[in-house]
């Protein structure tokens, strides 16, 4: 079914409604934010050393190191704003007048998610591609520009479907808007502590099995373009050892482990009942 | 008569963890103006959801123009207008282009045309139809909420609570346009509890209570069947009187309902004669004492108390 006329309306009223003052304006603030305080460090060392070429050098291999450093608030963000869109319209009661009308449930439930997750994708690649553009001017080469830009746009997507996805199946089955926030901000800050902060045992288990949504579509990725991405999570011994399309299975997982039963729940056994 | 039956509820049961919402309910639609009356927590709302299909029935089954409620869902909302308690909008938008929106996933013909012929329909062709949404009175909502149940004129238009948040006038207003719309041959499906005015506008009435419909049936035929030496009285304190009054041989049968008493008799002359008497015996204070007349009230109030007995 290509989508009508009147589908586009629908996606387009979701999106204002989901952007709408001062959502957008915040999401701009901390994306320009936290990537001008990435190149401010990289600026700092490099004149601290005297050496202008170092910037080049710190900001190519800095760029996926920059843009993980966004995830902590951007997944948090990006649940926050999912959780908005489902619970905040349950308890409203918006949810019953969209179910209502003559749109099924997937449609619903797609436009709802997708509205969050489109936007703030693109904001974010946007805005972190200016990153590479940085580095264009200090003399790095077209291909390896172009390259890191086109990577970054499928990492992100992947990394926002699994945080929007976590939020969606929170929401739905908390049915309330301030624990379903609540609850993602906490899993979004507990997931990024383990992975991150911690380098024991605890934090290299977690990494291997559930959260690294985020450098696994990129291994991927570099293994068909045939470049090592220095990996800045330690996926150990893994990273070499496994084939390539388990990263591509594993990216797959990670976009649909949430999002795949929170939509088979909603299109077939949600109910509205206040 | 089976050509005019629009929709039909063969003894739906939902409960909700434990509370039974719905317990068996079972009662036709007709082509006109249906009333579902019943007090507070009766399952009117939950009755309507289901019909949307918004809730599951457990067991049980509900069709509307032929459509099963929960499976061919979105068949039947194409065909249904529907008008909730507290309507929901996209706040952002103004009142029209929430209109023409709605009117597009309905797939009118001319979704600006048919959109501003309804706001007219509901008294809202003034310039706050221009205006975001977000900004609306309660009741200004309520009646956008009315134009977009009336909007792609729908076979059967569900209305749950449609004058809640109206003023006395515009209360009058929607009932008159209610009556309207039944000339130009729309049926409707209205939940209230304000019986006066449903009384102006309904043919077949459903009256429920604790999830079941307790009477249903043309509204002319219902009202002629109220019996008299019915009497509505409030006493404080409640309880003792109960007692003395099931002992008296004028009275068939006391039920309590809300703070009232129902009282059926066999002799409205003796019982009330003897009722100043029963009050101070039970030193108890008299508030009020109303023979109930043939409107939908009494009817409704008789009911719910024959209801409580079976
Ligand atoms: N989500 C829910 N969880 C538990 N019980 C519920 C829920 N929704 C409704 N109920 C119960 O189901 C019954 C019917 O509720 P419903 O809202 O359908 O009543 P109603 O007739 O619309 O009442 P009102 O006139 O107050 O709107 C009530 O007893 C209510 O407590
Ligand atoms: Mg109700």
Known sequence: ?274 | MTANILGEFEGVVKRFKEIGALNGLTFKIYKGVNGLIGPNGAGKTTTIRLSLGLIKPDTGSATLLGFDCWKQSLDLRQRIGILYEKPAFYDHLSGLDHLKLMAKLKKLSDPLGESKQVLKLVDFDNEAQYRRISGYSAGMRQRLGLAHALLGQPELIILDEPTSNLDPLGRAQVIELLNTLKKRGFSFLISSHILSELEKVCDHVILMNGGIAVRQGMLASLLSEVPSGIFRIKVHPNEPIVDLLKQEESVKSVTPVENYLIVITYNAHKFQQRLPFLVARANAFLEEVKMEGNDLESLFKIAVAQGDKR
Not at chain 1, 107 to 134: E, H, R, Y
Not at chain 1, 142 to 149: G, R
Not at chain 1, 226 to 237: A, H, K, N, Q, Y
């Open chain 1, 1 to 274: 079914m290509w989508p009508n006329n009147a589908l586009i309306d629908l996606f387009k009223a979701e999106i204002q409604k989901a952007w709408s003052f001062p959502i957008l304006e915040i999401a701009v603030g901390l994306i320009a934010f936290t990537t001008i305080a990435n190149i401010h460090v990289l600026l700092n060392i490099s004149t601290q050393t005297g050496l202008l070429a170092s910037f080049s050098i710190l900001i190519s291999d800095s760029f996926f190191d920059s843009l993980y450093s966004q995830m902590l608030f951007l997944s948090i963000f990006c649940g926050v704003l999912v959780s908005l869109s489902f619970a905040r319209d349950y308890e409203q009661g918006f949810m019953q007048t969209l179910l209502s009308s003559p749109v099924s449930r997937s449609v619903v439930f797609l436009v709802k998610f997708f509205a969050v997750i489109l936007p703030l994708t693109i904001l974010t690649w946007v805005m972190t591609t200016s990153i590479v553009f940085l580095n264009f001017y200090s003399g790095s080469s077209v291909m390896v520009v172009i390259e890191k830009a086109l990577w970054a746009l499928p990492v992100i997507f992947i990394a926002l479907m699994f945080c929007g996805g976590f939020a969606a199946f929170i929401s739905l089955s908390l049915k309330r808007t301030i624990p379903s926030v609540l609850t993602v901000v906490l899993a979004g800050f507990s997931i990024w502590y383990i992975s991150t902060v911690t380098s024991d045992v605890v934090g290299n288990i977690a990494n291997y099995f559930i959260l690294t949504p985020f450098p696994v579509p990129l291994i991927a990725l570099s293994r068909v373009f045939g470049r090592v991405v220095t990996p800045f999570i330690s996926l150990g011994d893994f990273e070499y050892v496994l084939p390539t399309w388990v990263f591509w299975v594993l990216s797959v997982f990670y976009a649909l482990v949430f999002l795949v039963p929170v939509y088979v729940y909603f299109t077939r056994r949600f109910e509205i009942r206040e």
